[in-house]
């Protein structure tokens, strides 16, 4: 059976190729990702314990068969099967589930047309909605008596999106999630504040997502944690970014903002939102130019305390029309803390002391945004 699912030079030209298999875990789901010729045929099945994903006239490459198979908290086996001229990818599942699945074009990290199928595990789900329900009364019942800031920390990225790819091939979600993890631990010691990852591991999450996520936290600020790259490997420092709705006239900025409003296709949707929802609710709010505002104040507070630990691309925060910043009423920037499309900036940014610094140093211009408010 093995033999007979693998592609070979003789019938390369009348079977369709099935080249690789990745999966991603997150807390709520499992993401499967096949790479995929364009015109490949496929149907997805599933009963309650079952997905089949079926390709017709296909073979599977020799070199990656091994990465079919995959075992979590969800899935508890994968096997192979051919079936006449049809291969059958059987996962079994343990848990309750419904399945989603869209197809992603190549892009200039992935050349092939892929497949992506969700697994969405509805008891985790189910879990997470009960918890969420509980802090919502929970916050009712204290609002009253204490206004609790709550800081969203988002490292950028994640999962099948990697992100920017350094020189040294360091990827730039593992940087992000990094520097996030330390910033949040830090803030986690300071008993006044509270600060929530968006993700906690390496998994993605639609941008829209992130800012939902942000909106039933009850968050009072919204950080996203990334790091920048251009086709130079001389340009350095760091870079803040709070919203504006215009965009920004700089090429860097203009480049930014396409490249990471872009990653929302990771999500199943291939463009962002044509003026979307949260971005007029914002502008119809009296609420957004003092949000602007206080998200300019919280940028340069963090760019004055990352000018202390190293170079600042530039000094002053440049305004961008960034999806993942759209959080209603609430100061929000995207970091860029550095370059890691530089050699130099790379090795630092993966160097865990470094990332300790970095994420000291945000949480200073937090607290020093915060002690100006009072």
């Known amino acids: 059976m093995i033999i007979a699912v693998f592609a070979s030079s003789s019938f390369s030209e009348e079977k369709t190729t099935l080249y690789d298999f990745r999966y991603w875990t997150a807390p709520d789901q499992t993401r499967i990702v096949i790479d995929k010729e364009q015109d490949t045929l496929f149907n997805i099945t599933h009963t309650d314990k079952v997905v089949i994903i079926s390709f017709d ?51 200039t990290k992935y050349k092939f047309h892929r497949l992506v199928v969700d697994i969405i595990d509805l008891e985790s789900q189910e879990k997470i909605q009960d918890i969420k329900t509980t802090k919502a009364i929970k916050n009712i019942e204290k609002s009253a008596q204490i206004s609790q800031k709550i800081i969203l920390v988002d490292p950028g990225h994640g999962g099948e999106d990697s992100g920017a790819i350094g020189k040294n091939k360091s990827q730039e979600k593992s940087v992000n999630l990094a520097i996030a993890k330390k910033l949040v631990a830090i803030i986690n010691k300071n008993s006044n504040l509270k600060a929530v990852l968006t993700r906690s591991g390496d998994y993605y999450i639609p941008l829209t997502k992130r800012i939902t996520i942000a909106q039933k936290e009850n968050a009072t600020m919204f950080i996203s944690i990334h790091a920048d790259s251009v086709e130079s490997i001389t340009a350095k420092g760091a870079s803040i970014y709070p ?49 602007d505002m206080q998200s300019f104040n919280l940028a340069k507070e963090i760019i ?15 305004k961008a029309n960034f999806v993942v910043l759209k959080s209603p009423t609430i100061p929000s920037v995207l970091v860029e803390t550095a370059f890691i499309s530089n050699p130099t900036q790379e090795k630092r940014l993966t160097n865990n002391k470094q990332q300790q610094k970095i994420a000291a140093s945000i949480y200073q211009g937090i607290l020093n945004y915060y002690q100006k408010l009072e």
């Open 57 to 107: 006239d296909a073979e599977v490459l020799s070199e990656t068969f091994s990465n079919i198979f995959f075992k979590d908290d969800r899935i508890k086996k994968v096997l192979i099967k051919r079936d006449k001229k049809t291969i059958k990818l059987i996962v079994h599942i343990n848990k309750k589930f419904r399945v989603k699945h869209f197809t992603l074009k190549p892009n």
């Open 243 to 291: 919203l504006s709705e215009k965009g920004n006239n700089s090429k860097l900025a203009k480049q930014l903002e396409q490249s990471q409003n872009l990653v929302d296709q990771f999500g199943g949707v291939e463009t962002v939102i044509d003026n979307d929802q949260f971005l007029k609710n914002i502008l119809t709010d009296f609420s957004r130019k003092d949000r």
């Open 304 to 318: 004055g305390e990352l000018e202390k630990i190293g170079p600042i691309h530039k000094k002053v925060p440049q």
